[in-house]
DNA sequence: CAACAATGTGACCGGGTGGTCACATGGGAG
DNA sequence: CTCCCATGTGACCACCCGGTCACATTGTTG
């Protein structure tokens, strides 16, 4: 929630704003991202931020909210075909173009990253208590998966939320890493998600 | 390696500034963390400290080593049975014991958590190239796992080493949880570690 | 007791932070 | 041209940090 006279401002110059504190939340997690550095970059009085913004948090929450917009917009086709492929295959699709949203998007994504290994649990909280966010559809997807028996169902439904949510955010995180081989990262994606769909021992099928 | 001063002290008053230091470092990662607040809890003159540690760091890698060695003394029970157990059931053994470590030393475990979720990487590579600390024996749990051909040998090695240390992880960070179940949290460990075995797909053997 | 080295001390330094405020600027409306 | 209100500004505030240093205190040794 910025000011009305956030609103009011030319688009250029709210891109401006946008760019620079996209640049530094990307860099830094939000205790040691500077607020003083972002309007240096900026070129603009720190005075006029506060025209803005309420603060540093108003400020952050608002770039959170863009941000997950742009990568909810980004991921719509992958949620079309939820329907018709099954969990798994839904799941490798989700990834891959997840990963996509990371090359495209480098800043986006280091900011959502930082947002999830942020200590301060209690602003994490606050944020996604106001539901203006809604982050992820991982728990949709799980649902449909256990529902249509492509996941076991026999075990405790617990422990396979936790070792799929631990993947899935340890492939998330993994896209930061900038020596990775474009062409062969799919194909990546694909053996991680393989491993967690068969297990580390071996199958006699 | 404090200053030869540090040593000098009476047992008493290394551990007080030890005590505090692990409060401080299991409260916060190293950035944030205080050495101001330290000295003051601990009722020591700031000079002094600089006394017995060239600086922050520096007693910041004191503590990880103090915190690591007596964690390695902990788990020395599981590593005995690394012949006669399998992989799954060893890394079970060695989870169980892991959480037992994180009940019954709290900060230190706090500490290790911190030390890993910390963004500085250029300190923790710092710090683990020095060799003064050998953090842990995943790895070689793995190889053995691998090499009994318990572990699947026919899928993507990388891959498998990603999700293991995925799962690892995550349940190593769990054990933060205050409000877990302290009689059934074993038999999770294990359904954790199950779903790990045989995967998210039933199996129909 | 004197001398001397080791250790204890906290005011102080430079530099950083998020946030404030009295004032300058600018662009319609009358 | 003037008035007025929204907006722009950067010096400034209080507070924190890690680190330093001149000096006080202590304890052992001759």
Redesign the interface.
């Known amino acids: 929630m910025p000011k009305p006279t956030f609103y009011n401002l030319p688009e250029e110059k709210r891109n401006l704003i946008f760019r620079h504190a996209l640049e530094e939340f990307a860099r830094?997690?939000y205790?040691?991202a500077s607020l003083s550095a972002i309007v240096n970059r900026a070129d603009i009085a720190k005075g006029s931020m506060y025209q803005y913004f309420t603060g540093k948090k108003d400020l952050y929450v608002y770039l959170i909210q863009e941000v997950y917009a742009r990568k909810r917009e980004f991921l719509q086709p992958v949620w079309e075909q939820k329907e018709k492929v099954d969990f798994?295959e839904l799941a490798s699709l989700y990834y891959k173009r997840s990963w996509h949203f990371a090359r495209q998007y480098p800043l986006h994504h280091r900011v959502t990253v930082n947002f999830w290994?942020s200590?301060d649990a209690a602003l994490r909280e606050e944020i996604l208590r106001k539901k203006e966010i809604r982050i992820s559809e991982f728990s949709e997807m799980l649902e449909l998966?256990l529902l249509s028996?492509?996941?076991?169902?026999?075990?405790?439904k617990?422990?396979?939320w936790?070792?799929?949510?631990?993947?899935a955010?340890?492939?998330v995180d993994?896209f930061l890493d900038p020596n990775i081989n474009a062409e062969s990262h799919e194909a990546?994606i694909n053996?991680?998600l393989?491993?967690?769909?068969?297990?580390?021992?071996?199958?006699?099928?």
């Open positions: 830094f997690p205790e040691r798994f290994d200590k998966g028996g492509v996941v076991s169902p026999d075990i405790n617990e422990a396979v936790f070792v799929y949510h631990a993947v955010k340890a492939l993994n990546y053996s991680v393989t491993v967690l769909e068969r297990g580390l021992r071996p199958r006699k099928e």
